[in-house]
């Protein structure tokens, strides 16, 4: 199943490298290739909004490859497990992006 997320920054070309890393070495671990799709972005009182779009097979990677760590996560809802999850990894590698369910 596809997961979109919207992505929010405040320094959008450097965070956009950032997240673009971040995803790579993603699709990597779980050996992938074109697991995902980032939208244009939107600007609004000082903030950039784009969307992150995780591919099947990139998202079912990460669910196996960090299965232990999602396991853990305190919140009950498997899509909130994975936001989470989202969002340490990126702030892990230095991208200042916030990260939350596109609905």
């Not at 784009?50 to 097979?57: A, E, M, N, S």
């Not at 853990?72 to 936001?83: A, H, I, L, N, T």
């Given at each position: 199943?596809?997961?979109?997320?919207?992505?929010?920054?405040?320094?959008?070309?450097?965070?956009?490298?950032?997240?673009?890393?971040?995803?790579?070495?993603?699709?990597?671990?779980?050996?992938?290739?074109?697991?995902?799709?980032?939208?244009?972005?939107?600007?609004?009182?000082?903030?950039?909004?784009?969307?992150?779009?995780?591919?099947?097979?990139?998202?079912?990677?990460?669910?196996?490859?960090?299965?232990?760590?999602?396991?853990?996560?305190?919140?009950?809802?498997?899509?909130?497990?994975?936001?989470?999850?989202?969002?340490?990894?990126?702030?892990a590698r230095n991208c200042n992006v916030k990260v939350k369910i596109y609905a």
């Amino acid at each position: 199943m596809s997961i979109m997320l919207q992505l929010s920054s405040t320094n959008y070309t450097a965070d956009r490298l950032c997240v673009k890393m971040a995803l790579s070495h993603l699709e990597t671990l779980c050996k992938t290739h074109g697991g995902y799709a980032l939208s244009e972005p939107d600007e609004m009182a000082g903030w950039t909004f784009f969307r992150l779009i995780i591919k099947p097979d990139l998202h079912e990677g990460i669910m196996k490859e960090f299965e232990d760590m999602l396991s853990k996560s305190r919140w009950s809802s498997p899509d909130v497990k994975f936001v989470s999850f989202m969002q340490e990894y990126f702030s892990a590698r230095n991208c200042n992006v916030k990260v939350k369910i596109y609905a």
